[in-house]
């Protein structure tokens, strides 16, 4: 077992050289809070979270990595809010990843929000409280007969005031609030938390200046490509390096060694030159022999039929039983049983993998666009033998995460090659290296038998989960909860997995484990209810309406999504009055602590073209929306993602490597494709949570299950556009 | 090889490869990061620039069939961020990630320049060439609309903007 110290944050307060105060947090298991008084050293500079400059502009620091979940705008806010200045006077820096200062330099899991939602409050209530206590002594009057508002402290009595620029030196002198004992507003005096607040950045993307990873440039900085296997680790025999070093504007080309680990660093080529195009070209005559290992067999058909053998037998393990469902589907008045299975998928980051790193003088600095600096810092040390401490890492804009970049593969490969050559030097991948060495959403096969009573009643559930893994543990994000629904909500359930070994790489694509069984389980429960002859909508809300016990999804909050979708999307008026071809589909899921019911409806011609019509969500992520135009955003691409998924996307294995290179093969949606998604929020009494991931799962059954309603057509294998769905 | 051509306004001549792209002299010998790398088949747009007015996927167009050209990127919509186009990406919070969205502002500028009034089928004509990874596709439309000064939706529904719509707990 794991022990983990907890790490308390204290304030750091410190004058600016030039006047104004100067906010850092520190993390300490024992550390002491206090002021550190004048001249702050340079460091602290850079990493503090608030800069009050007697002009009175606030500089905060965004500490996470912002991938397009509007984290860098989001963060900022909370201490905007707290410290009661405008957001006109607010401007927001990138923080550079800095363990000591910032807890959770990280994106990933919809987890910014409940883990900042009380810190960065307190930093920005400690700060208010500091700016008061400077006023109240320079007037001679106590600290509670001031208030705050818009970055000035106003004194009740006198009338007096001052602009926090103007205090910002006396406050840092004064003693810094124990953070946990700060008191917060009152939700209903929230001026910038629940309003429309627009990214930061967008002014410098529409201008297009250089913001992302793949922009970032150094004097004198060399560009690299790395050939990989194309069977993922696979190991180079054999390459003609002394040809490729002569092509123009090659500079070195190189074979890198790499260990056995698909999460480390790979064997693969190094191709280094003056210019990417060029560096790039150079490559297409690179020729390498390798050895493609054992998994070069490897194909997704062959999967398939792995499972198709494995449904013949038992379950390998069992990963919850409840009652005897065996039992019970031979009572049920009626069973249905299905096989269902979603194929690898890639995340496709509109930005390819990249980063540019520089060695010298046994130390690394590192700019890279990651979701998770301190895993990245944590390879690249282990991998080539150098302490944490060597490495700095600076965070670059994100053009795009979904998950696929809390892996460092390209970090770590761009500081290999980096140790080899001279100067700075940036890796770029092709759209084609991204997408044949990413960590797929793996592919999964469920069969399913379930069985209701005379009353309609979901009673049996049988789920034989085919997977990949090895002995009982699953890869990463192929596994399933215990407490999935409907676990907890069907008396006799059970549901065992059975494991495959592979050489492929996995990991969480937005909503990793929920993006494909939300599919199948909201799936073959439409199917139960068209069985028993009940409303899908009705036949949902009577299975949330049981007692249930233990951890999971809380019904009351799930019924509240399904009762707002079915409402906003007309789902008992306006269903029966759709014309032929036309039909509704529901659905809902609780990942990442949030709740999201959605309704689809679509149509399909006679001849089987699909439209995605409209889309309502309804989400319960608490009672505080915190920026209103992210939270809809978020919602809508997340909803669209899912539609993607579902449409057309799909890897697949063939001899142990991906098939498919670019988009031209793996169809993104694009804009004639997008339907409206209207987006509606259940403000329950809830501390909220976060967006990114939890409207994405239930977007796919909800659209499988409207094109059934549409045509009869069952879709039980993803993606979609490899069905006939034409009727007649 | 020598290459003359304008980029937003200004005269440059480089001298480089006949088939280099002009998505990597932009970026890379002109220092000109706002244009994207996607896919570089010509299937994405992360890339579009004007190319003599025309929404054209620089990353695969040899730097030579711009000579005599004039290149329009991101950089030169406008001097300081006001094309109509820009104020209404900001002001409607177009950007997630942001990184599609120098192209679809590129192939959006082409397309009004053409037809200041475009209807959303035309809307979707034009745009379709340019992936948006985190699909903010309904926000590009409102942006597109609203810099014609078209009205929000076509239908004149509110869809896609019922964010702002609060709804009270159930009581329990
Ligand atoms: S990079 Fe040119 S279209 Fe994708
Ligand atoms: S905003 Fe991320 S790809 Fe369009």
Redesign the interface.
Known sequence: MKTTVSRRQFLRVSALAGGGMLIATHLDAFGIAGSLGEGAPAEETLNAFIRITPDGVVTIMAKNPEIGQGVKTMLPMLIAEELDVDWTDVRVEQASFDPDKYDGQFAGGSNATPQAWLPMRRVGAATRTMLVAAAAQEWDVPAADCETEAGVVRHRGSGRSAGYGELATRAAAMPAPDLDAVPLKDPAEFRIIGSRIPGVDNHAIVTGEPLFGIDFTLPGMQWAVFQKCPVFGGKVRDANLDHVRGLPGVTHAFVVEGGDSLNGLLDGVAVVGESWWATNRARRELEVTWDEGPTASQSSEGFAHQAAELFEGPAGFSVRSDGAADDALAGAAQVVEAEYDYPFLSHATLEPQNCTAHYRNGRLEIWAPTQTPQSGRGLVARTLGLEPEEITIHLQRIGGGFGRRLANDYMVEAARIAMEVEGPVKLLWTREDDMRHDFYRPAGFHRLSGGVDDQGRLVAWKNHFVSFGEDESFASSAGVSANEFPARFVPDFELGASLIPFGIPTGALRAPGSNGLAFVYQSFIDELAHAAGRDPVDFRLELLSREVEGQGLDPERMRGVLELAAEVSGWHTRRGQLPRGTGMGVAFHFSHRGYFAEVVQASVSPEGDLTVDRVWAAGDVGGQIINESNAEHQTQGAVLEGISQALGQEITIEDGRAAQGNFNVYPLLRHAQAAPVEVHFLRSDNPPTGLGEPPLPPAIPALTNAIFDATGHRVRSLPINKHDLSWS | MKVSFTVNGEPVSVDV?PE??LL?VLR??L???????????A??G?CTVHLNGNATRSCVLPVSQAEGAEVR???G??P??THA??QA??????????????GQ?MSAAALLERNGSPTDQE???A??G????????????QGIRAAAGLPATEDGSM????????????S?
């Open positions: 490869p280099m792209p990597w890379d010998v220092e000109l990061k706002g244009t994207k790398f996607g896919c570089g088949i299937q994405c992360a990127t991101v950089e919509l406008s300081d961020g186009l820009q990406w900001k002001e409607l919070d177009v950007p997630q990630c942001g990184y599609c969205q120098a502002l809307i979707d004509a745009m379709n340019n992936i948006c990874r985190c699909a903010t596709y309904l926000r590009i439309k869809e896609g903007s019922a964010g702002g719509a609060a709804h009270p707990t159930p329990s």
